[in-house]
């Protein structure tokens, strides 16, 4: 699960800890935390640490994922055709017209009528980034098609029992918790929803977030930018002009290309207010560890069996010895999942904003 920081290139709508918990009291067995230097990257990327942090644990035969396609023989078919040399030459060229890489996969895809439905939906995007991950690393792992239904990936409004993130996270801040919102959701999650929002732990402040931003934007220099952000192509003259705004949006939508996507520029901001270096990005190709977030008997049992066969070690409690005890590698992805935990509860309209909560917040351990 992504922490504080999620994929789409904003903060999570509430702790990571919380929406562990809901996960577990869903059904999940086990919850691990993927490093937020693989979750505020581009599909690529995030699908990459997700499947190494998986295999490391040396237990898992298949993953399961949703998408707009149904079949996963079909989509391994194409993940199979996106390592093609012939693929690789049409991606380029795209690429080269100024698309984004997103949008260039789209294309490419959408050459082949076969492959055009699944070029169409981002879902598929990042299923078939799954399945070349599973394909270059060739893990024994068995992808798993969970077949999206109701509201689509960028849907704004809830239109029925089952919505998007998008829609949801857009419902709650038009018109907070209400009946509308609760019915889409378990009703063990729909309590968690309530008590953190009471306790205002959901969503973030936007006045926060636009003071931090432009403060740091102002600050800095085109090339401090590119020494603290994956800027390329001179993206960082963009932002460092985009200082002139007045808002985190009106930022993106000043920077934004067709070239660089809003995502993929709100990715960049939210790296600037990490306060990390650029390397700290480039170099993460491998997950460093495995991060407990919470788990119930049946996941204490794979914990146990976890000692024997992981790769990665496993963190449960997090000490102030990590340099010590688990080397640089380990001490620097863990450096940014804290600050991106610092940033989310600075973010959040609570007026007491906890800090280091990676080091005080154990593992959520629920008994059936």
Sequence with gaps: MSGSLVQRGLPALTDKWT???????????????????????????????????????????????????????????????????????????????????????????????SMLTIAEHPNNILALEYCRQLLHGGYEIEPVVVKRRGSGYKDKTINGPIAGATAIREHYRGYGIDEALLSTVPATTAQLLREADLQHRMDISDKILNHLLLYKLRSLTPAQIASACQCSEGLENRLAEAASCTTFQDVVSATVTKRYPASRVRRLLMQL????????????????????????????????????????????????????????????????????????????????????????VSPIYIQK
Aim: some cysteine.
């Design 19 to 113: 929406r562990a918990r809901m996960a577990v009291l869903g059904g999940v067995d086990l919850v691990l935390e993927l490093p937020t230097v693989f979750t505020c990257r581009s599909a690529e990327f995030f699908a990459a640490g997700a499947v190494k942090l998986l295999a490391a644990t040396g237990m898992v035969s298949h993953l399961a994922f949703g998408a707009e396609a149904a079949n996963s023989q079909q989509l391994m078919l194409t993940a199979e055709f996106l390592n093609e040399p012939v693929f690789q030459d049409a991606l380029h060229h795209y690429l080269d017209e100024g698309h984004s890489y997103a949008k260039s996969l789209e294309l490419t895809l959408a050459e082949d009528p």
């Design 273 to 360: 207010l990490l306060q990390q270096y650029r390397a700290m990005f480039d170099n993460a190709k491998d997950p460093a560890y495995i991060r407990v977030l919470a788990f119930n008997d049946r996941g204490r049992e794979l914990l146990k069996e976890m000692q024997d066969s992981a790769q990665l070690p496993v963190i449960i409690k997090l000490g102030r010895n990590i340099l010590e005890k688990y080397g640089e590698k380990v001490e620097q992805q863990l450096s940014v999942d804290i600050a991106a935990t610092n940033l989310l509860t600075l973010l959040q309209k609570n007026h007491q904003p906890q800090y280091n909560n990676d080091y005080t």
